[in-house]
């Protein structure tokens, strides 16, 4: 039977929770200090330590610390008194697991006491460390392996985690990574792309409507909140949500109730927040872009995914990694990269980052007439080059530019005219995503059509 420490000096609030652990068939051990507490830790072992923050002989600050420094692998919880959020932030940045605030919800409590559980139960089977393999974040250069022991921390907590990093970095991989790695695995991960939601239909999008809450709305319709229940809501290029959005955003997260757009009635959800964006949300707030308030509420703990330039040591297990994948999909032969072409791509500057690196494969696999794919096929241009002498990159496209290729004059050898324009489209929607930072909304606006004629020509073309 799984065993909690309790730490507060107010007797009637250690009772409650007594209580409320016996109800939930589980074993507690209780504490009014911080040397109880140690002395308990040194002679069992326990799957949740629940503190209070003020104690008679220190803060439970003290006891986070001396838990990650002896007992890393035993969840914390901190109690806060009501509206010292910062001091819940604290403790979380720190290692706690989770906070929670007085006067307590008990179904809160419950719910934090199961997740710990489950956490506490990983722990045992060694299943926490996260790896390539079980993350699909591919690398060995010092970046990547400090990338890994991030998630593995941020895994094994409750805590909001904000995710930057350039576009085509792999941050809803390393949102993925971390949903996988900890106790909410088994449950929904719902990714938004913040970015591509008009935003006349943001609220029922988040939170849902009922039957006749406006026209068209013929059905009832659950939001993301309400589809995350349990699990992981990642919210992709945050940045780009309007700043009406963000304060209803910002309620959703504070209470964990949202509201069905035509609804009287609340709904309690429990979902854990992770976020992402390639835009400074700091920057955003200093130009008053971004609620301060939400940005605290996000960026609780922030892990950077490093562009593919500077781990140049890592593409080639990459592009090795993706044409296998890719072959496999394709249901085609075997391909390897050449010598000269690993070379090639090592000297790219990669704006565009691993998800350029994917499109480049993509088309060497289908234009090269070998089974190696050469420098050649790759179709890296000069300006495509790191300055190796200066130490600077210069801007580059991971295609030849439109024009380029509209001012040929005769079709590139075993292409039809039907996959030539194929070609010349694809590279001109990538482009004007590329340039928009894959917003799709913008993207569309630049190319002169529709959000959905984008969306269209996107699953026609097959661009993820």
Same mark, same amino acid.
């Given at each position: 039977?799984?065993?909690?420490?309790?730490?507060?000096?107010?007797?009637?609030?250690?009772?409650?929770?007594?209580?409320? /652990?016996?109800?939930?068939?589980?074993?507690?051990?209780?504490?009014?200090?911080?040397?109880?507490?140690?002395?308990?830790?040194?002679?069992?072992?326990?799957?949740?330590?629940?503190?209070?923050?003020?104690?008679?002989?220190?803060?439970? @600050?003290?006891?986070?610390?001396?838990?990650?420094?002896?007992?890393?692998?035993?969840?914390?919880?901190?109690?806060?008194?009501?509206?010292?959020?910062?001091?819940?932030?604290?403790? @979380?940045?720190?290692?706690?697991?989770?906070?929670?605030?007085?006067?307590?919800?008990?179904?809160?409590?419950?719910?934090?006491?199961?997740?710990?559980?489950?956490?506490?139960?990983?722990?045992?089977?060694?299943?926490?460390?996260?790896?390539?393999?079980?993350?699909?974040?591919?690398?060995?250069?010092?970046?990547?392996?400090?990338?890994?022991?991030?998630?593995?921390?941020?895994?094994?907590?409750?805590?909001?985690?904000?995710?930057?990093?350039?576009?085509?970095?792999?941050?809803?991989? /390393?949102?993925?990574?971390?949903?996988?790695?900890?106790?909410?695995?088994?449950?929904?991960?719902?990714?938004?792309?913040?970015?591509?939601?008009?935003?006349?239909?943001?609220?029922?999008?988040?939170?849902?409507?009922?039957?006749?809450?406006?026209?068209?709305?013929?059905?009832? #319709?659950?939001?993301?909140?309400?589809?995350?229940?349990?699990?992981?809501?990642?919210?992709?290029? /945050?940045?780009?949500?309007?700043?009406?959005?963000?304060? #209803?955003?910002?309620?959703?997260?504070?209470?964990?109730?949202?509201?069905?757009?035509?609804?009287?009635?609340?709904?309690?959800?429990?979902?854990?927040?992770?976020?992402?964006?390639? #835009?400074?949300?700091?920057?955003?707030?200093?130009?008053?872009?971004?609620?301060?308030?939400?940005?605290?509420?996000?960026?609780?703990?922030?892990?950077?995914?490093?562009?593919?330039?500077?781990?140049?040591?890592?593409?080639?297990?990459?592009?090795?990694?993706?044409?296998?994948?890719?072959?496999?999909?394709?249901?085609?032969?075997?391909?390897?990269?050449?010598?000269?072409?690993?070379?090639?791509?090592?000297?790219?500057?990669?704006?565009?980052?691993?998800?350029?690196?994917?499109?480049?494969?993509?088309?060497?696999?289908?234009?090269?007439?070998?089974?190696?794919?050469?420098?050649?096929?790759?179709?890296?241009?000069?300006?495509?080059?790191?300055?190796?002498?200066?130490?600077?990159?210069?801007?580059?496209?991971?295609?030849?530019?439109?024009?380029?290729?509209?001012?040929?004059?005769?079709?590139?050898?075993?292409?039809?005219?039907?996959?030539?324009?194929?070609?010349?489209?694809?590279?001109?929607?990538?482009?004007?995503?590329?340039?928009?930072?894959?917003?799709?909304?913008?993207?569309?606006?630049?190319?002169?059509?529709?959000?959905?004629?984008?969306?269209?020509?996107?699953?026609?073309?097959?661009?993820?």
């Amino acid at each position: 039977m799984q065993r909690i420490l309790l730490l507060d000096d107010e007797p009637d609030i250690l009772n409650l929770f007594l209580l409320t /652990v016996k109800r939930m068939g589980l074993e507690a051990t209780t504490a009014k200090t911080i040397a109880d507490a140690k002395e308990a830790l040194a002679n069992q072992s326990f799957a949740l330590c629940l503190t209070d923050m003020r104690l008679p002989d220190g803060s439970g @600050m003290d006891l986070i610390k001396y838990m990650q420094k002896h007992h890393r692998r035993t969840p914390v919880v901190m109690i806060t008194a009501y509206g010292t959020m910062d001091v819940a932030i604290d403790a @979380m940045k720190l290692g706690a697991f989770d906070f929670l605030s007085k006067p307590v919800e008990l179904d809160k409590l419950r719910s934090i006491i199961e997740n710990a559980i489950i956490l506490s139960e990983d722990a045992e089977s060694e299943l926490t460390d996260p790896t390539p393999a079980s993350t699909g974040i591919i690398g060995d250069s010092p970046a990547i392996k400090r990338l890994h022991k991030q998630i593995g921390k941020v895994g094994r907590s409750h805590a909001p985690v904000f995710i930057y990093g350039e576009s085509g970095t792999g941050k809803e991989l /390393v949102a993925r990574a971390i949903h996988s790695l900890g106790p909410r695995r088994e449950k929904p991960f719902i990714t938004v792309n913040c970015g591509a939601i008009p935003s006349e239909l943001m609220e029922s999008e988040f939170f849902g409507h009922v039957r006749g809450a406006f026209t068209g709305a013929n059905t009832a #319709k659950e939001g993301f909140f309400q589809a995350a229940n349990g699990g992981t809501l990642f919210l992709d290029e /945050v940045a780009d949500l309007p700043l009406a959005m963000q304060v #209803k955003l910002l309620r959703a997260i504070q209470e964990n109730v949202v509201r069905p757009v035509g609804s009287e009635t609340e709904h309690k959800v429990d979902v854990r927040i992770l976020s992402a964006s390639h #835009k400074d949300l700091q920057a955003l707030v200093t130009d008053n872009q971004f609620r301060e308030d939400l940005f605290y509420r996000l960026d609780v703990i922030r892990l950077e995914v490093p562009p593919l330039r500077e781990r140049s040591e890592d593409i080639p297990a990459i592009a090795k990694h993706i044409l296998k994948r890719q072959l496999e999909e394709l249901g085609l032969a075997s391909m390897t990269l050449g010598s000269e072409a690993l070379s090639a791509l090592q000297q790219h500057t990669f704006p565009g980052n691993v998800r350029e690196l994917e499109n480049l494969l993509q088309r060497a696999i289908t234009l090269s007439e070998n089974q190696t794919i050469t420098a050649e096929d790759l179709a890296l241009t000069a300006t495509n080059k790191k300055v190796i002498d200066s130490g600077e990159a210069q801007p580059s496209m991971a295609q030849n530019t439109p024009n380029t290729v509209a001012n040929s004059h005769s079709l590139p050898a075993g292409m039809t005219l039907e996959d030539y324009l194929e070609d010349i489209e694809t590279q001109l929607i990538q482009q004007a995503l590329e340039d928009c930072r894959w917003n799709k909304t913008a993207a569309a606006e630049q190319l002169g059509m529709s959000f959905r004629s984008l969306r269209y020509r996107l699953k026609k073309l097959n661009i993820d």
